[in-house]
């Protein structure tokens, strides 16, 4: 079935031409069904309702290489927001990610390509594209080390593509009294050094960082 322009033609009676209309119609519905609960659905409750949402990626890896982030985007209409798709190299991999750009031409990145872990020790992406990590170490009991300690973040997360801007940490316990603090001696794009200062850490149970 092929939809077929020009139709009707204006030269030929409706009653020979109707069936040719027919067809127009029958592949207009096709097409519109394509992500779409088609124009014949007699439901009447979720007639043209998306069923899922392709995008066309607006660029690719070879139209701004080699690392096209941020990518080349459709140009900004004043007044009006762009939801758009393009193929990322964002330092993780290569992959489909999703962005929005604002009437006034702010590009904000909404997804980068990785699957969230929502694990003990995980990670995430937020909206504008930053990645946030977070674990915990246990199993230190009293042997608390007061010289620098190197913990990767590939251990049980990834590496941040470009920059890490910050490390907190927070005790689980204690049970009893302890003394003492985390300190952060140097912090890079795949792991952290970190020592404990104090007198007694025994009864805390480690640290969620």
């Known amino acids: 079935m092929t939809y077929q322009p020009g139709i009707p033609t204006g030269l030929i009676d409706l009653d020979v031409d109707y069936q040719n209309i027919q067809t127009n119609f029958q592949q207009l519905d096709t097409q519109f069904g394509i992500d779409h609960i088609p124009f014949s659905d007699t439901s009447g409750t979720v007639n043209g309702f998306h069923t899922s949402i392709h995008f066309n990626p607006i660029s690719t890896t070879a ?93 049980g997360n990834i590496d941040f593509t470009s920059n890490c801007l910050g490390v907190w940490t927070t005790f689980i316990g204690p049970t009893s009294s302890s003394s003492g603090d985390i300190s952060i001696n140097s912090i890079s794009t795949t792991s952290f050094t970190w020592q404990f200062s104090g007198s007694s850490g025994a009864s805390y149970g480690g640290f969620y960082w």
């Open 63 to 155: 139209t701004n290489p080699p690392n096209n982030n941020p990518p080349v985007t459709p140009a900004a209409l004043p007044g009006f927001g762009q939801l758009f798709s393009c193929e990322l190299n964002d330092g993780i991999s290569v992959d489909q990610s999703l962005y929005f750009l604002t009437g006034s031409g702010r590009l904000i990145p909404l997804t980068r390509n990785l699957t969230p872990a929502a694990n003990p020790n995980g990670f995430t992406c937020l909206p504008g594209g930053l990645i946030m990590q977070w674990g915990l170490v246990t199993g230190l009991s009293g042997a608390w080390p007061t010289t620098p300690q190197v913990l990767n973040f590939a251990t």
